[in-house]
């Protein structure tokens, strides 16, 4: 859908052209999907992307260098000899741009954690496709070019051949300011040229304009946000059992919670803990709902946007609370994203509400995490020697962080109070016997979990035979009082002879990070309502307070590690692209002031970053947003690269510095927008979430896909549009205030001199 829109735009060049520039974007993709092949890496998601957000930029090298043969055959030159000159001349600049954005993507290769495993493919596909598109810009085009490009001109003026060395000498003419769009642009570049200084504060207040609106409409409530919160494919409501619990118990419990889902069950009887249990056969009758498009379908419950449920009930030992599913659990499965009438997180949390009262287990809900496993958005990791401690400071923390507003499913894993049977041994009595605690061991190993004797084989088939206690044995502890233990002697003594049964409460697991003993207490987000960055900077506040015993510490980690390495991270990488860009820069004009000029225009283009926020309502997203910043400063100054690099020309050709400014904005401007808008329209399908559904030949509205990007897209987009405005008139208007600076600065300098020495000079001019 992106491609088409890039295509159409580039007709404004004509048919012939148009077809020219866009050859570029099929060759350069088969190239770059020959380099991923070759490097093993699979079309994911966000490679995908990646090649979406290149789409429009694939396109730029192509348009210069396309544009600048057909100049040079419009103006006679052989067709083989200006695709040769045309693209000399043009070279350094269109390799200087491609490079700009190559280094902002550089840093971005070497981002660590789960993040980076997720992000990575970004910049690695960015660097390949564009790399492919400079090499397709400067072989392939230009060979096409010489073969199929068709001027009026015949190639011959008053029956001489033209030079192509008085052109290339003479360089490119600027263009006749003519029709309203150009007179426009000129007046607004001559009045910006006038209030020189007006402007530029103005640029920069209009930054501070946008930011500071952005936090007045959704900063304040919603400041940022770590990963896009995305609308689930499914969730599952997730059931830990008391310890020691029976599978028949599990069962009615799953049971209730189906009962709730279906709403089969009313609201009393849910506070009752309990349904009538004739009342599960008919839980299951389908009803019948609408999906977006108005077609029909059978569901399962009430909830018009669920499509399947299922349960699973089984017994394990030992906890399985953090693991993302849980063995007991029930599971349910939304339609398909374009066919929900309302969001599926609304639907999570109506199920939350209707389960909260369901008594017997501990129940929480979990949505299918569509990113990468960063974690819970407060995740609090408490380290300690004596775990009955680390469970007492597990459940006070869990009380305190239950009452922050919109936190839900807080649990740890802490477990204590495992039912067990102990068998203490009396050493002396078994030694009387000639028995130790292994021998004694091993039979009690024998009884319940069996002992391979032997092999029955059938046919071509082998089966075990295994001696064990019966099933019903092995469920009841009466059997050990009449255990026989057999000695080395052949006799058979009683167990409870020489050792005590009793019942006692175990601790469950104990688990360790870093050889520190640890319980975790983790906290799901309501993120419809409050982004999980902010509640857990709400936990942090809250937990300030709170007073742990000496030896024991506490720490916030998960998602928060993940976020402050990332935050980190990209804030690293933004400066060293800037300083990577500036350093191009300097290389290509050989000054400091001009590419301080372009660099200019990349930090004002981060007031487009935060109107695209605001219009569209999104959080500052420390991924997307992050990624989407330092794109745009690649993207951003290939135009302030074109516009100076003419400009400079023009003043070498010796127009003087106002006459050059306005030149080289009039000339630039169609190619500057061309550009920008090639680079936007690529991105509008991703950021509105509609495109051509090309298997079924119809338009679709939403995207599941579209979820993930959006932000990264609006800010691509708004960003490069206000960056587009500003290098069309704010760079040419700080381009002339710093030229004409040194004459001011002397001219200043000059009138200061003699000022000072007027008191010292006599009527006849002599000191």
């Known amino acids: 859908s992106g491609l088409i829109l890039v295509v159409l735009v580039l007709l ?49 090298n192509a348009i210069v260098i396309v544009e600048n043969i057909y100049r040079y055959m419009n103006q006679g030159v052989p067709r083989v000899e200006a695709a040769m000159r045309a693209t000399s001349e ?94 426009a642009y000129r007046r607004i570049l001559e009045y910006s040229l006038d209030h020189r200084v007006s402007v530029i504060i103005s640029s920069f207040l209009l930054l501070f304009i946008l930011i500071q609106i952005w936090k007045l409409v959704i900063g304040l409530e919603k ?35 189906e009962l709730a889902v279906t709403n089969t069950c009313s609201g009393d009887d849910i506070i009752g803990g309990t349904c009538e249990a004739n009342r599960y056969e008919t839980a299951y009758t389908f009803r019948e709902h609408e999906k977006r498009n108005g077609d029909k379908f059978m569901g399962p419950s009430d909830i018009s946007n669920i499509e399947h449920i299922y349960a699973t009930a089984k017994k394990k030992a030992g906890s399985s609370l953090f693991s993302e599913y849980s063995d007991n659990r029930l599971g349910i499965q939304f339609l398909d ?74 649990k740890d894993d802490y477990m204590d109070a495992l039912p067990s049977v102990q068998i203490d041994i009396d050493r002396q009595k078994a030694a009387l016997f000639g028995l130790s605690t292994n021998t004694i061991g091993f039979a009690l190993k024998t009884a319940y979990n069996g002992l391979n004797v032997s092999t029955y084989r059938e046919g071509d088939d082998d089966y075990d035979i295994t001696v064990k206690f019966t099933e019903g044995d092995r469920k009841v502890t009466d059997v050990l009082r009449k255990l026989m233990i057999p000695t080395p002697v052949g006799q058979l003594v009683p ?47 809250v937990m300030k307070d709170f007073i742990l015993p000496p030896g024991y510490g506490l720490q916030f980690t998960g998602q928060h590690e993940h976020e402050k390495e990332s935050r980190d991270f990209l804030s690293k990488a ?51 947003c992050g990624v989407g910043v330092i794109s745009l400063a690649g993207v951003v100054v290939n135009n302030a690269i074109v516009l100076i690099d003419y400009t400079n020309k023009l003043r070498d050709r010796g127009l003087p510095l106002r006459e050059a400014i306005v030149s080289a904005g009039a000339t630039r401007l169609r190619p500057v927008l061309l550009t920008a808008v090639t680079t936007i329209l690529g991105l509008i399908p991703m950021v509105t979430g509609t495109s051509i559904d090309f ?7 939403v995207s599941e896909t579209s979820q993930y990007w959006k932000s990264l897209s609006a800010v691509v987009i708004f960003g490069l549009l206000l960056a587009t405005i500003l290098t069309l008139v704010v760079v040419p208007t700080l381009y002339s205030l710093i030229e004409s600076a040194p004459a001011a600065v002397r001219i200043t300098f000059n009138k200061i001199k003699q000022w000072y020495w007027r008191p010292f000079e006599t009527n006849n001019g002599k000191l």
């Open 337 to 410: 994203f374009e066919d929900r009438k309302t969001p599926s997180a609304e639907d999570v949390e109506l199920i939350r509400k209707r389960i909260k009262d369901i008594a017997g287990a501990r129940i929480t809900v979990a949505e299918e995490q569509g990113g990468p496993p960063t974690g819970a958005p407060i995740n609090i990791e408490i380290s300690g020697e004596d775990v009955r401690m680390l469970g007492e400071i597990s459940r006070q923390v869990r009380e305190i962080i239950s009452k922050i507003p919109h936190v839900v499913d807080v």
């Open 695 to 701: 298997r079924y030949m119809t338009i679709t509205m």
């Open 495 to 541: 167990l409870t002879t020489i050792a005590t049964i009793k019942f006692a409460g175990s601790i469950g697991d104990i688990n360790r990070i870093n050889h520190e003993r640890v319980v975790t207490v983790k906290a799901e987000v309501d993120e419809t309502k409050v982004p999980g960055s902010v509640a857990k900077m709400q936990a942090e506040e």
């Open 12 to 60: 404004v060049m004509g048919l012939r052209n148009a077809t020219l520039v866009g050859l570029a974007i099929p060759f350069s993709m088969l190239l770059s999907f020959m380099v991923i092949y070759a490097l093993g890496i699979t079309l994911n998601v966000v490679v995908l992307f990646s090649l979406v957000l290149a789409l429009g930029m694939l396109v730029d």
């Open 223 to 257: 400041p940022v946000e770590f990963f896009p919160s995305l609308d689930p494919k499914s969730a599952y409501v997730n059931v830990d059992p008391p310890e020691g619990a029976d599978l028949d118990y599990m069962d009615r419990i799953i049971k209730e919670i």
């Open 90 to 183: 043009v070279a350094y600049p269109v390799i200087a741009s491609t490079v700009t954005t190559l280094v902002a993507f550089f840093p971005m290769m070497f981002w660590p954690g789960i993040m980076g495993e997720f992000m990575k493919f970004l910049p690695i596909t960015l660097i390949i496709t564009l790399s492919s598109s400079l090499f397709v810009a400067m072989v392939i085009n230009p060979a096409l070019a010489a073969f199929f490009m068709k001027v009026k001109n015949s190639g011959m003026q008053e029956g001489k051949a033209v030079s192509a060395d008085d052109i290339q000498a003479a360089g490119e003419k600027p263009i006749a300011i003519r029709g309203p769009i150009l007179k």
């Open 574 to 624: 933004f400066i060293i692209a800037i300083f990577l860009i500036f350093l191009v820069l300097v290389t290509q004009f050989n000054s400091i002031s001009q590419p301080m000029i372009i660099m200019t225009s990349v930090i004002l283009s981060l007031g487009g970053v935060y109107l695209g926020l605001t219009v569209m309502r999104f959080p500052f997203g420390i991924i997307m």
